[in-house]
């Protein structure tokens, strides 16, 4: 399914308001020129990420698309905020010198070696001096006692079971959590689990429907809650607002709760 781009959402937005471009400029004080390359996805003549989203906030706002939900989806679509860079990752050195160690004998080492020397050099001579190969006396399976009781048979004890780790117990133990979308007409829909790490971000397409899985938690941003019907965990739970409003929804794995 191939996203929406943030620059024909606008458009398509502008044009079922029933706005010219220099109608549109008027309102938002933003030059044609500007708002002709937002709609083309070119934000290069925006200044910047900072007021490229300033523009996104203003356009989205004049043709009555929810802001907050636009700026996000500029974040998406363009790398999201800036990461800072921290000081010490720059001004650190690309190569570290190492300096070669000077070190004197390693008498232990030699030590060791010498004594190892002598052991061999005893055991030879005691086993050369008796004249014989020493063996070792093979007893049969037979022979050999048993350590289970005279009244249990070998065939009645049960195969010892592997005990199970804590990391598997931990693994069973963890609920996942499925969400399933249903777009009754298109809207903008961006999904990410527990520790914030996004599964989708985009336009879900009329008709269209769509199913994440995560363990604990699935939390939920929707650019109007009118438009689609969500099911949890095999539960409908039916839309969740109204024509037009964004909404944001986390769920767990038994209930939903409001985020």
């Known amino acids: 399914m191939n996203e929406q781009s943030i620059g024909s959402m606008l458009a398509e937005a502008r044009r079922e308001k029933g706005l010219t471009v220099g109608q549109l400029s008027a309102s938002t004080r933003i030059r044609e020129a500007v708002l002709y390359a937002i709609e083309r996805d070119d934000f290069s003549l925006c200044g910047g990420d900072f007021y490229a989203r300033g523009h996104v906030r203003s356009f989205a706002r004049a043709v009555g698309l929810d802001p907050a939900t636009m700026v996000q989806l500029y974040d998406d679509q363009h790398g999201g905020l800036p990461v800072p860079v921290k000081a010490t990752a720059v001004f650190q050195a690309d190569r570290r010198v190492k300096l070669r160690e000077r070190r004197g004998p390693n008498w232990t080492m030699a030590l060791g070696v010498a004594l190892a020397i002598v052991v061999v050099f005893g055991v030879v001579r005691v086993m050369g001096g008796s004249g014989q ?6 007893m049969p399976a037979s022979s050999i006692p048993s350590l289970l009781p005279s009244n249990v048979a070998p065939g009645d004890v049960a195969p010892v079971q592997p005990r199970q780790t ?3 117990s931990t693994a069973r133990n963890l609920k996942m959590v499925t969400v399933k979308v249903l777009a009754r007409r298109s809207a903008y829909v961006n999904v990410r689990d527990a520790k914030g790490r996004k599964l989708f971000a985009g336009t879900l397409a009329k008709g269209k429907s769509s199913t994440w899985k995560a363990p604990s938690e699935v939390k939920l941003l929707i650019g109007d809650a009118g438009a689609v019907s969500l099911q949890v965990n095999g539960k409908n ?4 607002g109204s024509r037009g409003q964004t909404i944001r929804r986390s769920f767990g794995p038994s209930a939903a709760r409001p985020r």
């Not at 190969?133 to 093979?138: C, D, K, L, S, V």
């Open 133 to 138: 190969t020493p063996t070792a006396e093979i």
């Open 166 to 168: 804590q990391a598997q």
């Open 237 to 240: 739970l039916g839309t969740l």
